[in-house]
């Protein structure tokens, strides 16, 4: 079963901050939050991981609370490119992957 | 560019055929994932090998095997396909403790009639 806890849907207008959550109210100690995207007719894409601390690369910055019972994936400029599904997973480094019915965004032009 | 490949982009074949989908990868990782998505079902985990010769059930193994002879190839094997085998299939591929985030192939989209 998925560990986490992610709204169905969510629209964001072109240009602006994608907001998406997750909540991971039992994760444990040593799980990782990981996000991958999935646009249509192609395989999933992996986008950030984090442990504890607030994470930040090319694509994407993850918050992770400091109770780590939630996270926010943050698209900082959206582009129609974006529209995804958007999955997060909890798990351990070098585990199986278990994904969700995640989050679809649509970007609104 | 970590590669993953799968052998097909479109299959169809036949109730009670064989059906061998294959998936290559060239980033000598160890990991590598079988999975099948469904509309409204999503990505289900079919079955996982974290080595050689080694593969382990995911949740929806039934009527599926797997072959792992070699690092970079893992083969799904349906033995005999049935329509409700018709999905699209997907192989992934992550690295281990250093490198664990998962690549993904393009998926093969299997119609059995």
């Known amino acids: 079963d998925a560990k986490t806890t992610q709204p169905t849907s969510m629209d964001c207008a072109e240009g602006r901050a994608a907001n998406l959550p997750c909540n991971h109210s039992?994760?444990?100690?040593?799980?990782?939050v990981y996000w991958y995207r999935q646009i249509h007719s192609q395989g999933p894409q992996y986008i950030i991981h984090?442990?504890?601390n607030n994470e930040t690369n090319e694509m994407a910055s993850l918050i992770i609370t400091e109770d780590r019972k939630s996270s926010t994936l943050i698209l900082p400029h959206a582009t129609l490119r974006d529209t995804a599904v958007y999955y997060c997973?909890?798990?351990?480094?070098?585990?199986?992957?278990?994904f969700g019915k995640g989050t679809r965004l649509h970007i609104l032009p | 560019d970590v590669k993953v490949t799968q052998s097909s982009r479109y299959l169809v074949k036949r109730t009670g055929e064989k059906v061998f989908l294959e998936c290559v990868q060239d980033m000598d990782h160890e990991n590598m994932f079988w999975y099948r998505q469904d509309p409204g079902l999503g990505l289900r985990l079919i079955y996982f090998?974290?080595?050689?010769?080694?593969?382990e059930k995911g949740d929806i193994p039934e009527g599926y095997s797997v072959s792992r002879e070699k690092k970079e190839r893992f083969s799904l094997i349906l033995e005999s396909a049935s329509t409700n085998q018709t999905s699209m299939y997907l192989c992934?591929?992550?690295?281990?403790?250093?490198?664990?985030?998962?690549?993904f192939g393009q998926g093969t989209r299997l119609t059995v009639v």
């Open positions: 984090g442990l504890k």
């Open positions: 997973i909890v798990m351990y480094r070098d585990d199986k992957i278990i």
């Open positions: 090998s974290y080595d050689v010769k080694m593969k």
């Open positions: 992934a591929t992550a690295g281990g403790a250093m490198n664990t985030e998962a690549f």
């Open positions: 039992t994760i444990s100690g040593n799980e990782y």
